[in-house]
């Protein structure tokens, strides 16, 4: 069934890409929500080693995409570099079902070379894909933001179930499966696809005068060098977002394993479950604000990129503010309510929606001809430095003085830096708005 819906018009070629990005975050999200339990309860590992690890693991994951963007602009075509990263990607989960320690991390490497090539390429070829319906990209990326966590709701469920209730590796494996059906959808599925779709035709020599002159400061446009700049400038501010919200998969995943009542209806769920509730919430609310954002552009009053990110980082904050009371709860020896962790994952989703496909589609739309792939890479390479944050920040969860001070900093650091960037807004207001009209 297409998912382009034909009133709105928008590329039929979605549904493949939205299916393929769907079973490769399955297995990405199965072994998240798996990865931090796996190592303090089969591996024996300390919070703050399993945070190390898990810092590192998912800051590679997310530096990679600055690299494979850089390769395939000058080497490869974009579908080359799909099925490069995917087959990657596939053998690496398939590395970590062997109860092995050094396949294990071999597993882990894999995977991240592998996303470096996928994530910022399919990115940058479903943002093609609206090439003449600019006007629909933030839509459209909502619907890809769908698939992901449409991938996300059913990874830890399947993973999670795998893992926890028969054999932690049988979860890893689990995710390799579902990497390998990815692979095949987007074979099939792209067959038809436009060759203009998967052309680069920036590839111009890293030391030729036209790639000189795409350098900002180097004879490249004033425009295009601004447009550069206000890229870098919200890729930094996601950072303080991803250092936050990344703390579902380590931090409060083990809280939900040591200080929340699972039991529900006599039924002890387990802990990886609540990694699904965050992609549900993406899946009933993703809808409501595409729509939202397309009324609004009709009458020309969607918020700029710049105040949906200022936004987003208030209702972060917020978000956290709950978590600060449930831990003074779990600090006098009672078992907390799951709903606590559902109402944080609530208004972490309404943030993530104000802000990750926004900042997707924003690059797409803004980032000069040719350099598409590498500024998509530093959109990445920022969310890399925030999930490596998110990891180590994770490891102090019991010895920053209390819980409650522990997710303080997270309520602290959102506001602060929602703040800063609305300050920049309104301080460079009329140049930030010219820009974004050119």
């Not at 991938?151 to 179930?161: D, I, K, Q, V």
């Amino acid at each position: 069934m297409e998912i382009a819906d034909k009133k709105l018009n928008h590329p039929k070629g979605i549904t493949p890409l939205f299916l393929t990005e769907m079973w490769e975050r399955m297995s990405y999200y199965g072994m998240r929500a798996i990865l931090v339990l796996y190592l303090v309860v089969s591996e024996k590992k300390t919070d703050e080693e399993a945070g190390q690890i898990y810092a590192l693991y998912t800051a590679f994951v997310y530096l990679t995409p600055v690299l494979g963007g850089y390769i395939t602009e000058r080497f490869f075509g974009y579908k080359q570099a799909i099925y490069l990263g995917a087959f990657l990607m596939m053998f690496g989960h398939l590395s970590l079902a062997i109860p092995d320690s050094t396949a294990f991390y071999v597993g882990l490497v894999l995977l991240g070379l592998g996303n470096g090539f996928f994530k910022p390429n399919i990115s940058t070829v479903f943002g093609r894909l609206y090439e003449e319906k600019k006007e629909l990209k933030d839509s459209g990326y909502t619907i890809f933001y769908m698939g992901i966590n449409l991938g996300g709701l059913l990874g830890p469920l399947f993973c999670g179930l795998l893992a926890e209730s028969v054999d932690w590796h049988l979860g890893f494996l689990a995710a390799g499966i579902g990497m390998g059906i990815g692979v095949l959808i987007f074979y099939f599925g792209t067959k038809d696809f436009d060759k203009n779709v998967w052309e680069f035709k920036g590839t111009a020599p890293l030391n030729s005068s036209e790639n000189l002159k795409s350098i900002p400061g180097f004879n490249s446009s004033h425009l295009d060098t601004k447009r550069i700049y206000l890229i870098i400038l919200l890729s930094f501010f996601s950072i303080f977002f991803w250092m936050s919200f990344e703390q579902m998969g380590s931090s409060l995943n083990l809280f939900a394993l040591r200080y929340t009542d699972r039991e529900i209806f006599g039924i002890e769920i387990p802990a990886s479950f609540l990694q699904s509730v965050n992609p549900l919430f993406i899946l009933l609310l993703a809808p409501v604000l595409s729509f939202f954002w397309s009324a609004l552009s009709q009458r020309n009053l969607n918020p700029n990129p710049v105040l949906k990110f200022a936004i987003g980082l208030f209702i972060m904050g917020f978000g956290f503010l709950i978590m600060v009371f449930a831990s003074e709860l779990a600090e006098s020896g009672t078992l907390v309510s799951i709903w606590f962790l559902i109402a944080v994952y609530f208004w972490n989703t309404i943030s993530e929606l104000f802000l990750s496909p926004v900042g997707l589609s924003f690059v797409s739309k803004t980032a000069p001809k040719g350099k598409t792939s590498l500024l998509m890479g530093v959109w990445f390479l920022c969310t890399a430095f925030g999930h490596y944050l998110a990891g180590i920040l994770s490891g102090f969860q019991r010895k920053m003085g209390s819980l409650s001070d522990f997710y303080f900093l997270f309520v602290i650091s959102s506001i602060l830096a929602g703040l800063l960037l609305l300050g920049i807004y309104y301080l460079k207001r009329q140049d930030i708005q010219k820009l974004l009209r050119d």
